[in-house]
């Protein structure tokens, strides 16, 4: 198992218009890309956390799923 840990603020959302802490409710999407490239691909590993409030602490994502 590795762990990391990690912070999200609206710095690091995916769209200018688009801001995390205006959301109450939010899901983080982990993916590896088996390509390297963003775009997500058939192959490409990712794991999601529960629907959780921006600013929660303790989030744990098991990457267990292959894209299809």
Do not use: C, Q, W
């Not at 590896?32 to 997500?40: E, I, L, N, Q």
């Not at 691909?41 to 990457?63: C, F, H, Q």
Request: proline content about 1%; cysteine-free; glycine content about 8%.
């Amino acid at each position: 198992n590795v762990h990391y840990e990690f912070s999200l603020s609206d710095a690091n959302s995916m769209a200018a218009d688009f801001k995390i802490s205006s959301n109450s409710k939010i899901e983080v999407i982990a993916r590896v890309a088996m390509s390297g490239g963003v775009k997500r691909l058939k192959g490409d590993l990712e794991g999601r956390s529960t629907v959780v409030a921006p600013g929660e602490r303790g989030l744990r994502i098991v990457i267990d799923k292959v894209v299809e």
